[in-house]
């Protein structure tokens, strides 16, 4: 079984900037693509940025050239720095990650608890 922690939210004024993290706890054989969702009010989940193992990124139009996703294997945690935040970018963020279970190498998807993210104007 696989843990995600996220940390890092809170409430900041348009312009500003937070860092949120993700940590992942349990036992794995490893951990592949690590991803950063939100979801607003009324809205669908949807993906904000992932990264590989190897360190390839996709992001969002929305938040190309605002936010940066990046990892740290040897800590097992994601993080995701979101610069230039906006009112439109309030929502709960969910961290995503696919492991290779240590039983059978299955890979599963877990998701964290959330972690709110509010941009007042």
């Known amino acids: 079984q696989v843990q995600l922690v996220e940390s890092g939210g809170g409430l900041v004024q348009a312009g500003g900037s937070l860092r949120l993290s993700c940590a992942a706890s349990?036992?794995?054989?490893?951990?592949?693509?690590m991803g950063w969702y939100r979801q607003a009010p009324g809205m669908q989940r949807e993906l904000v940025a992932s990264i590989t193992r190897g360190g390839s990124t996709n992001y969002a139009d929305s938040v190309k050239g605002r936010f940066t996703i990046s990892r740290d294997n040897a800590k097992n945690t994601a993080y995701l720095q979101m610069n230039s935040l906006k009112p439109e970018d309030t929502a709960v963020y969910y961290c995503?990650?696919?492991?290779?279970?240590?039983?059978?190498?299955?890979?599963?998807?877990?998701w964290g608890q959330g972690t709110q993210v509010t941009v007042s104007s």
């Open positions: 349990g036992n794995w054989f490893s951990i592949n693509t």
């Open positions: 995503n990650a696919w492991v290779v279970e240590t039983t059978a190498r299955l890979t599963n998807n877990y």
